[in-house]
């Protein structure tokens, strides 16, 4: 026995139909193939990859994982944080590439392979196979404390048959979002695997939003949203409300359906502002641009820098389709017109906003004010 779908009521039917509502908006701007959408995606993916590693431990930066998933090299963070990123970025990228897969289905070898994928350099932890011993979740902060014991390792193949199963046939009229969570909450209880448990739990979550190919699975993912430090706890206690001590299937998921949908309200709120802003920064800057008599291209390296990112040469060439060359040679003009400014030396070399990009930021309003609680009296 799983945990259960529980009945939706008025209020999360409510929360539902305006989270499709911000779906909506989002699909009908993707759908027109805007310039910047590819270095858009890029960024949300990134976002969501630093989000989740951030919950385990692996902190590192959006703009780290961003060089990280482009194969450049970070500029901060170490090399065990790198390889955490890397492979739990190649697990999102195969999701990504499942969402249109023909005869798809669920099995066992398959989310073995994704955890493989991402936990492939810890050989000692059974990538890719169920664990053969107790395992449980600490505390926050207290690594003394108990907080869950997952079920008996013996217990493991027939439970997560049944999830398997489940992902298949189970609850195929209940809302994507609420499936998504279920799944999510099922496969961390079971906990099936020696480590990375959380990290796969939140990317099947993920698995299950590509497969309604309603949304590209960048902008369906919470993983961002959770990664926030006071998100995270709540995170956590929820998990600790709902699944109870240890394996009790049958206690009132409620709760935590009620914390994803408004986990996916609030980052459906920060992905539609963010992109309008996105939208309003590429205007400013085209015209700003073909006043100068400039290419538009050279937008692909404002715009991040415009945003507050860090601009590197090589995202900046695949970004517009240049070589090497016509890249160096575009930031380097770039730099020289006051529009971008050099940081670092050598394979640490980035760049940031200049003055003339600093000026055309007060033209474009960048505070997006509080997120909206859709569950708040």
Sequence with gaps: MLYRTPELDSRDLSVLGEIEEMRTYLW????????????????????????????????????????????????????EVRDEV?????????????????????????????????????????????RNREVWINAPGRPDVRDYTAPDALEVPALMDEFITWLNEGDLDAPVHVRASMAHLNLVKI???????????????????????????????????????????????VLKQVGGPAWSPERDTRPWIRFCLRAHHEQAQYARRLVDLQAAAWTTLEEA????????????????AFLGHRVRRALYQDDAELSEQAATRDIRLLCAADWLEQRGRARGTYYVAGPKTVSLRTRVTQDMGPLTDPYAD
């Excluded at 009908?28 to 805007?34: E, G, I, Q, V, Y």
């Excluded at 910047?36 to 969501?48: G, H, T, Y």
């Excluded at 993912?221 to 706890?233: C, K, Q």
Aim: net charge negative; hydrophobic share 40%; proline share 6%.
């Design 28 to 79: 009908h701007h993707l759908a027109t193939k805007l310039r910047w959408d590819r270095p858009l995606r890029r960024r949300m993916a990134a976002r969501a990859v630093a989000g989740s590693n951030t919950i385990e431990g692996y902190a590192a930066t959006v703009d780290d994982v961003e060089a990280i998933m482009a194969g450049e090299q970070p500029l901060e963070a170490g090399d």
């Design 86 to 130: 890397a492979g739990y970025q190649q697990a999102l990228t195969y999701i990504q590439c499942l969402s249109d897969a023909p005869d798809f289905r669920y099995d066992a070898g398959l989310v073995n392979g994704l955890h493989f994928m991402m936990q492939h350099k810890h050989l000692t932890k059974r990538p890719g196979r169920w």
């Design 191 to 237: 906990h099936p695997w020696h480590d990375g448990n959380g990290r796969m739990s939140r990317a099947v979550s993920t698995l299950v939003f590509a497969r309604e190919a309603l949304m590209p699975p960048e902008f369906s993912s919470i993983e961002e949203w959770l990664g926030y430090p006071n998100n995270t706890y709540a995170y956590y206690d």
């Design 289 to 304: 641009v073909a006043g100068e008599g400039r290419d538009e291209r050279v937008l692909f390296a404002l715009l991040p």
